[in-house]
C-alpha cells in the first residue's frame, strides 16, 4: 500500500488559518474515532418508481461516539472539512462503502453504491489514485460505484472538471446532489461530466400542491433527458409526492417513504426480503 503521508495533509499549507484548540481536540476525536471504528456506515435505498424495484444505494456515515450516541453527519463533516480530517474519514468511508457492496455483489445483489465526497476530496492531489487503489483492494468494479458531489466543488471550474472526467474515465459514475439550491445551476449543467442529476428535497417537500416545484421538477427532467443524464428526486416522504413526481417525468427516487438510512445489518436483512 503506497503512503499518502498519513498525518501530513495540508500541515504546512501556509494559506490556512491557525486551528484552535478545540478544532485540534476535535480533530483528534476523529482520529482516534476512526482507529476505533466509532464511524459507522449506514445504507438507504434508491428506488426505480416505476417497478418500487431498489436500484442501489447511498453510503451515509455516522458517528457512533461511546459516550454522547449517534452524532449525525450534519454536526461533524463541516468541522472534519475544515480541519482536513475530511480526507482520512472520506478514504475511510468509500472503502468500507466498496467493501460491503462487493460483499453483497458476491452474494448475488448487484447494486449500485453511492458514496458523497466532499468539495475538499476533490481538490485532493491523489484522489484519483486513491479511489483506483480501493477498488483494486477491494475488487469492486467502478460500474458499482457512483460519487455525489454538490455544486460547490465548482469554485474552480476547470479543476473539479478535470478531476471528474478522470473519476469518469475510471468507469465510474457521478451524480449531482442537492441540484437546484445553487443559483448557477441551470447555466453550468451542460457543461459538466456528470452522469445523474439529484433534484434537492427543497423541491420535493411541497411537490404535491405546489405548482412551482411541479414546474421546476418539470425542468429538470427535461434538462436532463435533453443532456442524456439521469435524475432521481430525494427527500420522498408521501405517495402523494410520488404520485406528482411520476406526472413530472421524474422515474427514480429515494426518501424515508421507502426507507430510512439503515445499519448494514438491517439493510443486509432489507436486500434478502427484497429478493423473496
Ligand atoms: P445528503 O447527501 O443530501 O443526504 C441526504 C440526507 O437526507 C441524509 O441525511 C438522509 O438521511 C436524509 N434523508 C433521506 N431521506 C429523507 C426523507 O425522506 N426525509 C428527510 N427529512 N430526510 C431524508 P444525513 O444522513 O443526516 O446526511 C446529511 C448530510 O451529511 C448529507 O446530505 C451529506 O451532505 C453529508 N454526509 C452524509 N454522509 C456523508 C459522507 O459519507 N461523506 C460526506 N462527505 N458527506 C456526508
Ligand atoms: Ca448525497
Ligand atoms: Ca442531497
Ligand atoms: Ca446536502
Request: aromatic share 16%.
Given at each position: 500500500v503506497k503512503s499518502r503521508g498519513k498525518n501530513g495533509y495540508?500541515?504546512?499549507?501556509?494559506t490556512m488559518e491557525a486551528k484552535s484548540l478545540e478544532r485540534i481536540l476535535m480533530e483528534n476525536e476523529m482520529r482516534k474515532a476512526i482507529e476505533q471504528e466509532q464511524f459507522q456506515i449506514y445504507y438507504q435505498p434508491k428506488i426505480?418508481?416505476?417497478?418500487?424495484?431498489?436500484t442501489g444505494m447511498e453510503a451515509l456515515v455516522r458517528w457512533v461516539h461511546p459516550e454522547l450516541g449517534i452524532i449525525p453527519p450534519n454536526r461533524f463533516i463541516p468541522i472534519a472539512e475544515e480541519t482536513g480530517m475530511i480526507l482520512a474519514l472520506g478514504e475511510w468511508i468509500l472503502k468500507q462503502a466498496c467493501k460491503q457492496n462487493k460483499i453483497w455483489h458476491d452474494q448475488g445483489y448487484t447494486l449500485k453504491v453511492s458514496v458523497n465526497l466532499s468539495a475538499r476530496q476533490i481538490y485532493q492531489k491523489d484522489l484519483v489514485e486513491m479511489i483506483k487503489d480501493i477498488l483494486q483492494e477491494t475488487n469492486?468494479?467502478?460500474?458499482w460505484l457512483e460519487l455525489e458531489i454538490t455544486?460547490?466543488?465548482?469554485?474552480?471550474m476547470e479543476e473539479a472538471t478535470a478531476v471528474l472526467q478522470q473519476i469518469r474515465d475510471i468507469g465510474i459514475q457521478i451524480s449531482i446532489d442537492?441540484?437546484?439550491?445553487?443559483?448557477s445551476s441551470f447555466s453550468y449543467i451542460k457543461s459538466l461530466p456528470v452522469d445523474t442529476i439529484k433534484i434537492d428535497a427543497s423541491f420535493i417537500r411541497d411537490i404535491h400542491h405546489n405548482q412551482e416545484s411541479q414546474a421546476i421538477v418539470k425542468a429538470i427532467v427535461t434538462i436532463a433527458q435533453s443532456l442524456n443524464m439521469n435524475v432521481i428526486a430525494e427527500g420522498i416522504e408521501l405517495h402523494d409526492q410520488v404520485a406528482a413526481l411520476k406526472e413530472n417525468g421524474c422515474d427514480h427516487g429515494q426518501g424515508y417513504l421507502f426507507?430510512?438510512?439503515?445499519p448494514t445489518d438491517d439493510f443486509d436483512q432489507l436486500l434478502r426480503q427484497e429478493q423473496q
Open positions: 495540508d500541515f504546512f499549507d501556509p426505480d418508481i416505476a417497478t418500487s424495484a431498489m469492486l468494479s467502478p460500474n455544486e460547490s466543488i465548482f469554485v474552480k442537492d441540484f437546484g439550491t445553487g443559483y426507507s430510512k438510512p439503515l
